[in-house]
């Protein structure tokens, strides 16, 4: 570690692995974009970032360093000797993408993590400072890359036919010179599959199941937070015991239960069975928010003449809209993406919730693009109402931390 604290020792070891983190990073995603070969070199890396890293220890400046970066990568990616090897079908301009989005992403960060590190000793704070900065770029990378990627697959098989698909199914990228016949796969599903019916069905089977669980838990969280009766503390340290149990367990005296009551193969045994599933979560982060609310309040209203329940209606509930928002998403997304029941409990086409009109899909007989078409649909919508609410998630699941 005290060789490591040397700034000619640190930097070439920063520049090698960030010129192998970029390199990697720009393969992957020409490779997937172009349908092309793309390959980074670990050795080659080394050789190229190392003296990159002593360059930026000297200059320390973000735009020349970036530059110098770019025609350095270009000229490798030209010769073939670089960190990035392309494959002899690879074109001029691909490899001038390459090197612009490889060099710029190389040169520019690794500037900045070197800023202010000396060139011989440096103290302890200075190397984890540029550490951290080298850590937080590469963890920014591989989480983008995490979540990304498969989303990049999805989108990119589902505009595929089936054609395109038997001659090179890890090509991902796509022929714009097929117009409106991109989106055939999503036709299809929404003519020929029902995909609009499941559609609807998810969406109100998903409603209902957040109005069922807010009925239960807001007077089963306010009981727990506010009332005072034998038994409380252990009621409400055992509410998320029902997660403890695997679903799979109870599968079967579920299927049993319903099939004997009728409900099996019904949207009202949906709608009965998933609140039981979400209900404990909405309690557990219902219970929180109330305990953080100020009792002052609610006994004003008490002393004004108003019983518990009006307390509820016109103040508690007015003070907690940001935590009913954020419960009421989450039990939402829950109730979208539910599968095991549906799976279990739904036969007729008719009444397939959206994930289980997808796993109708996973057939050999049935083209992958739809299936990847099916879960685009399922995907995209619960996502964007996830980005436009996000704020009110985010606000009621921390509002109440400190005083609960």
Same mark, same amino acid.
């Given at each position: ?62 735009? $020349? ?5 770019? *025609?350095?990568? !270009?000229?490798? =990616? +030209?010769?073939?000797?670089?960190? %990035?090897? &392309? ?81 090179? $199914? ?5 022929? *714009?010179?097929? !117009?409106?016949? =991109? +989106?055939?796969?999503?036709?299809? %599903?929404? &003519? ?213």
């Amino acid at each position: 570690m005290t060789v490591l604290r040397r700034g000619y020792v640190a930097a070439p070891l920063i520049g090698w692995l960030w010129t192998f983190v970029i390199v990697t990073t720009v393969a992957v995603t020409m490779s997937f974009a172009t349908g092309e070969a793309y390959r980074p070199s670990i050795t080659l890396a080394a050789l190229f970032g190392a003296p990159l890293g002593l360059i930026v220890l000297a200059l320390k400046r973000p735009a $020349p360093v970036a530059g110098l970066t770019v *025609l350095a990568l !270009g000229a490798t =990616l +030209f010769l073939g000797t670089g960190p %990035l090897v &392309t494959g002899a079908e690879v074109g001029v301009l691909p490899r001038a993408i390459a090197a612009l989005v490889a060099g710029t992403a190389i040169g520019w960060p690794l500037a900045r993590f070197l800023d202010d590190m000396p060139r011989g000793e440096m103290g302890r704070h200075a190397f984890e400072e540029a550490a951290i900065r080298f850590l937080t770029g590469t963890g920014y990378i591989f989480f983008c890359a995490i979540v990304l990627i498969p989303f990049y697959v999805m989108v990119m098989t589902s505009l595929k036919n089936q054609a395109e698909l038997m001659v090179n $199914p890890l090509d991902f990228s796509i022929d *714009l010179s097929r !117009g409106w016949d =991109l +989106f055939s796969s999503y036709a299809e %599903l929404l &003519t020929q599959f029902n995909f609009g019916w499941y559609l609807w069905t998810s969406f109100y089977v998903s409603v209902l199941t957040v109005v069922i669980t807010l009925l239960f838990s807001v007077p089963g969280a306010y009981a727990v937070a506010r009332l005072r009766f034998q038994g409380r503390a252990a009621f409400s340290r055992s509410i998320l015991l029902i997660y403890m149990v695997p679903m799979i367990v109870l599968a079967l005296p579920i299927y049993i239960a319903f099939s004997m009551t009728g409900l099996r193969n019904t949207i009202l045994g949906i709608v009965l069975i998933y609140p039981v599933t979400t209900i404990p979560v909405a309690l557990y982060m219902l219970q929180g928010y109330f305990r953080g609310l100020p009792a002052e309040v609610e006994e004003a209203g008490l002393m004004d003449g108003l019983n518990r329940i009006q307390v509820i209606w016109k103040i508690t509930l007015p003070l907690s809209l940001p935590a009913l928002a954020s419960v009421a998403l989450y039990v939402f997304m829950i109730a979208w993406n539910e599968f095991l029941l549906a799976f279990m409990l739904l036969d007729d086409p008719s009444k397939f919730t959206l994930t289980r009109g997808i796993a109708s899909l996973n057939s050999s007989e049935i083209p992958r693009q739809h299936l990847m078409a099916g879960a685009v649909i399922a995907t995209v919508p619960i996502m964007v109402m996830f980005l436009w609410l996000e704020k009110f998630m985010t606000r009621g699941m921390t509002a109440g931390a400190v005083k609960g």
